[in-house]
């Protein structure tokens, strides 16, 4: 017996109170669809958002994240200081993020062009975004391409990256919860703080294919 058949023997036997996949009303599965338990656990425990934020903004830390909060008033001013504490000459900004977020920036705003070059981005100083989801059991922030965010490219290039998360609306829990927001046919962008990686040694190296430094504005009030 070869080792294919030792295994697909295996599947057989663990299979074998299941009912066949095409059984059903309408030969489409939902037989075996009814037999497979999915009352997965959706998320932990019970929290209420404003736990739910400081837990993503413990989490964003602990990956290495700069967590900042602000009101929606306070926000022009906050990018502005942060862009400055930068050094940044050069911003880019999506299309559609909201005018009056950058209004107090003094930085040469590039455009999110299609026809960008990776080293044009390259030579950006920073970029602002908004965020599609951010989940809070893992600091996870989502994008999806939306006018707010842009294109994947702008984020994954530049070496700076200040995301704006709108708090407690854009907040979720859990994973799962993220994902029952998002269209899975969009660009998903999923970002656990700074780009980095370890060699063999454990030393860890930062910015490798993404921004060094992830800067994260919890914004309330808007």
């Given amino acids: 017996m070869s080792s294919r058949d030792l295994i ?10 299941v009912p066949d ?19 997965y656990a959706r998320e932990h425990g019970g929290r209420t958002p404003e736990e739910t934020v400081d837990l993503l903004a413990e989490n964003l830390a ?8 602000c009101a929606a008033e306070e926000l022009p001013e906050l990018l502005a200081r942060l862009l400055a504490a930068r050094g940044a000459r050069t911003v880019l900004a999506p299309p559609g993020l909201p005018p ?4 107090a920036v003094d930085a040469t705003r590039v455009r999110d062009r299609a026809a960008s070059t990776p080293h044009e981005l390259d030579r950006v100083d920073s970029v602002v975004t908004g965020c599609a989801v951010a989940v809070a059991e893992t600091g996870t922030l989502v994008l999806d391409g939306s006018a707010d965010q842009g294109r994947r490219r702008i ?3 530049p070496d ?9 609306d854009q907040v979720v829990s859990s994973v799962p919860l993220a ?3 998002l269209d899975p046919t969009r660009p998903l962008t999923w970002i656990s703080g700074p780009s980095a990686t370890s060699d063999i040694e454990l030393d860890r190296v930062e910015g490798v294919h993404g921004p060094r430094t992830l800067e994260v504005v919890l914004m309330s009030g808007e």
């Fill in 100 to 103: 009056h977020w950058l209004q």
């Fill in 155 to 157: 984020t994954l290039v």
């Fill in 62 to 69: 602990d990956y290495r994240a700069i967590v900042h909060h």
């Fill in 179 to 181: 994902l029952g927001r």
């Fill in 21 to 39: 996949a095409a059984e059903g009303p309408a030969g489409d599965g939902s037989a075996y669809e009814a037999a497979v338990d999915r009352g």
């Fill in 8 to 17: 697909l023997g295996r599947v057989r036997r663990a299979l074998a109170d």
């Fill in 160 to 168: 700076h990256h200040v995301c704006v998360v709108r708090v407690p």
